[in-house]
């Protein structure tokens, strides 16, 4: 009887074991210093891991420098949530391809980069390091990427086994049609990727004639493969398991200029971008409520891209409320069982609705 007890104990102990290591997951969400929310008005409890974005890299050290706030971030977002992981990021959709290109292709400033994260991370606080290296489209930097990755996984098992390292990376695993990301090495040494899921179409991309589209759908019923799911079921036939895929959503919009106002659904006609909301014309989710009960404009919900847009005269916005957000998380939970989800960025939430939906509808 003793023995049959001690098994069963055992096995239960076993079963607890399996269960925290697989219940781990991820309600990311990336927070910028230099965007509105202080640090301290973050509502971490929505969020299991936060990203502090970005840490530079100085091209003559090819060493790190990051800011007081993302400095002071780990310690300011523990005290709401204790248990929250921060993330370093580092990189973002500004900086320069070709510099951490060239940070990867030799020994010596893969190492200055490497150890200086590592000392970053450690002095500051940070559970892990996450890289934002973008718009990769040569294979020499698909090449130097998987070297650095393979480098600095090892160098965080010899230095400090603890920190994680992820990489937010395109939405599919080719970049274009000669640059394919190494879904080998990125698999083997990094513990999850960020899937960027978003910014598929803006008016500024490429040469018009311009055309109103949904920037971050799930779905696309046209068969051009262009959509989260689409990128996610890219990364998985790469090599890339779903339980090391995150996807992300956007906490901000795409604006176009219609060519005429009646017409005014997806595939319109557009004129360019509308930059009355911010120069870029990427309104966040906050501006883009304002516009909406300013002007009385009219939202359409698309339940087969999942996507929203909004209308009044010749502003059109593609962007995400809350339907969206929920039916794009419980996807990533549900149907393509992924480690989790992320926002870009947290900073652009209106009173936490995405992020209270995002976080409510993935559960516990
Ligand atoms: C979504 O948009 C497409 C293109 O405009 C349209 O054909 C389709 O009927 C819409 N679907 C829904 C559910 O509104």
């Keep these: 009887m003793a023995s049959l007890k001690s098994l069963i104990i055992s096995y239960i102990t076993l079963l607890s074991l399996f269960h925290f290591e697989f219940s781990n997951a991820v309600k990311g969400g990336y927070w910028s210093p230099d965007n509105g929310l202080k640090a301290s008005d973050i509502d971490s409890t929505l969020f299991t891991h936060l990203f502090c974005a970005f840490a530079n890299l100085n091209l003559q050290t090819y060493q790190l420098t990051i800011s007081p706030g993302c400095q002071t971030f780990p310690r300011t977002i523990r005290q709401k949530n204790s248990g929250v992981m921060a993330l370093l990021s580092i990189g973002g959709g500004s900086a320069k391809s070709s510099d951490y290109n060239n940070m990867a292709s030799q020994p010596s400033s893969r190492k200055a980069f490497i150890d200086s994260s590592i000392s970053l991370a450690t002095s500051n606080g940070y559970n892990g390091?996450?890289?934002?290296?973008?718009?990769q489209s040569k294979t020499e930097e698909m090449d130097h990427l998987a070297t650095l990755l393979t480098e600095w996984r090892a160098a965080i098992k010899a230095q400090a086994p603890n920190l994680i390292l992820t990489a937010a990376l395109h939405f599919r695993p080719m970049a274009n049609s000669v640059a394919t990301f190494p879904a080998k090495a990125i698999s083997d040494n990094l513990d999850w990727v960020n899937v960027?899921?978003?910014d598929f179409y803006a008016p500024g991309y490429g040469p018009p004639p311009y055309f109103t589209r949904p920037h971050a759908a799930l779905n696309d019923p046209t068969g051009a493969k262009v959509s989260g799911s689409d990128g996610i079921n890219a990364w998985i036939k790469a090599g890339v398991p779903a339980n090391k895929l995150v996807l992300g959503v956007p906490f901000y919009g795409h604006a176009w200029t219609?060519?005429?106002?009646?017409?005014?659904?997806?595939?319109?006609?557009?004129t360019g971008n509308q930059n009355t909301y911010v120069p870029e014309g990427t309104p966040s989710y906050t501006q883009i409520k304002k516009f909406i009960s300013q002007n009385g404009a009219k939202v359409v919900y698309n339940s087969s891209y999942v996507a929203y847009y909004c209308f009044s005269g010749t502003t059109w916005i593609a962007y995400d409320d809350t339907q969206a957000i929920a039916t794009k998380v419980a996807y990533a939970k549900n149907t393509a069982s992924l480690l989790g989800y992320f926002a870009w960025q947290i900073n652009q939430d209106l009173n936490w609705a995405l992020s209270t939906k995002a976080s409510q509808t993935w559960g516990s």
Excluded at 258 to 266: D, E, M, P, Q, R
């Design 258 to 270: 219609l060519a005429s106002s009646n017409n005014n659904g997806i595939m319109a006609p557009a």
């Design 196 to 198: 960027m899921a978003y």
């Design 129 to 135: 390091l996450d890289l934002d290296w973008e718009q």
